[in-house]
């Protein structure tokens, strides 16, 4: 890894800077600097470098723009409670980016090189860092074919890339729980497919779903299997659970990983903090029937989803065109409020962090 010499220039004044964090949003403000590395067939990474935040110049024929080989991961950065700034788990994240890649015919990036970036990243704006209850800095790796070729076939040359974004609180007004919308005209993927990747693809194929449950009134759409058109997969960009029973003899259903949804490292987290509480947790399929059905006899008493921008969303309503239903009352239950509330207490430094999972910066 490498720096650039002297000391950096912020592209932002801190007047503005200040001004910014005060109602950053989610992914619209920038921070001063970047990363870059690029590889070339037969020669392997060159050297990370630390540059101002910038525009990329990219031939219209570079293969990304027509092939589409893209593919990022999502991590935040967080100001801990005694002080400093950590990330968390970004090992993982760096696996599941060597995942991807290979999935897509790209090279794989040493993970030792991957949370490097992201350290040199967030050391450099660290300032850009907001506090407060729920803020962070959204940190975002990707990785981009950049061969100016029309063959199709994989690129010899790509960029791996990190830049911020401060992000404010998901829930600046509480935690409400959002209505969704069960796809049952689209498919987010297919056994053998990318849907275990986190490729850009994926999400682009994602949005004309996401707009249909925009019309039909809903916050968020649901993705079902490919082959049955039967069983749970995600909600949009997220893992889901599902609880049945409540108190201590609650069980927490997600679905399994069948190679056509994410892995989410807030999935993972969670089912090991939901274990260590004493739940039960079972990773199987889990049908729309079954959800349905227990939602109207109150076996089902609980449904979130979770991911990196949101920690943990509650699930209130469910539509379909096979019919409608509520979970319990509608509103965040116990044991979806506790659980976001131990992993934010961990990645805030408010606990201890016995399971290694934050990775101190500053």
Request: with cysteine.
């Amino acid at each position: 890894m490498s720096e650039p010499g002297g000391a950096a220039v912020p592209r932002i004044p801190a007047e503005e800077r200040a001004r910014l964090l005060a109602n950053p949003g989610f992914g619209k403000v920038f921070t001063d600097h970047m990363v870059t590395s690029s590889w070339t067939s037969g020669v392997g990474w060159d050297a990370a470098q630390l540059s101002a935040y910038g525009p990329l110049s990219l031939d219209p024929s570079t293969t990304v723009l027509h092939y589409g080989q893209a593919i990022f991961e999502g991590l935040k950065a967080f100001h801990q409670a005694g002080g400093g700034i950590a990330t968390f788990r970004p090992g993982a994240n760096a696996r599941r980016f060597g995942r991807s890649a290979a999935r897509m015919a790209m090279p794989q990036l040493p993970e030792e090189t991957f949370v490097a970036a992201v350290e040199m990243l967030v050391r450099a704006d660290q300032d850009w860092v907001p506090s407060g209850a729920e803020r962070s800095l959204y940190v975002r790796p990707f990785m981009i074919s950049t061969e100016a070729f029309l063959g199709v076939r994989p690129a010899s040359r790509y960029q791996f890339l990190v830049i911020a974004s401060p992000a404010g609180a998901y829930f600046p007004n509480g935690v409400a729980p959002v209505s969704v919308y069960i796809s049952e005209d689209y498919v987010r993927a297919a056994p053998g497919g990318t849907g275990e990747a986190k490729a850009a693809g994926n999400y682009a194929a994602s949005l004309l779903a996401q707009q249909q449950a925009a019309d039909e009134g809903c916050d968020q759409v649901v993705w079902i299997d490919a082959v049955e058109r039967s069983y749970v997969e995600e909600m949009g960009g997220m893992n889901l659970f599902f609880v049945r029973g409540s108190g201590s003899g609650a069980e927490l259903v997600t679905p399994q990983l069948t190679g056509t949804l994410l892995a989410g490292v807030t999935r993972d987290s969670l089912i090991t903090l939901a274990r260590d509480a004493g739940y039960r947790v079972t990773e199987r399929r889990f049908s729309v029937d079954e959800w349905r059905a227990g939602a109207e006899d109150g076996s089902l008493c609980e449904t979130f989803a979770c991911g990196t921008a949101a920690v943990i969303t509650p699930v209130g309503q469910v539509k379909a065109k096979t019919g409608d239903f509520t979970i319990a009352d509608g509103a965040a239950g116990p044991i979806t409020m506790r659980l976001r509330e131990e992993l934010l207490d961990i990645q805030h430094g408010r606990v201890p962090d016995t399971r290694g999972w934050v990775h101190r910066i500053v």
